[in-house]
């Protein structure tokens, strides 16, 4: 991932320098490779988070 900075100082007065940064990051969801299986199971309810949407697919916890 590329982001991109910028800065400069500007001296006003002899005793006054004043320093300007500016930065940009690209904030940009993950996406799966091309080749990677489906993760999703459609038509099918988890039965550990109801409240999920139909066919996502969530891990388990630990010991379960």
Not at 22 to 47: C, E, I, K
Request: proline residues 17%; hydrophobic residues 35%.
């Amino acid at each position: 991932m590329m982001g991109l900075y910028a800065q400069d100082q500007v001296r006003i007065k002899p005793n006054l320098t004043v320093t300007v940064g500016v930065r940009w990051d690209p904030n940009t969801p993950p996406t799966p490779p091309a080749d990677a299986a489906p993760s999703g199971f459609p038509g099918q309810q988890s039965t550990m988070f109801p409240n999920a949407p139909v066919g996502m697919n969530l891990p388990r916890r630990c010991g379960t």
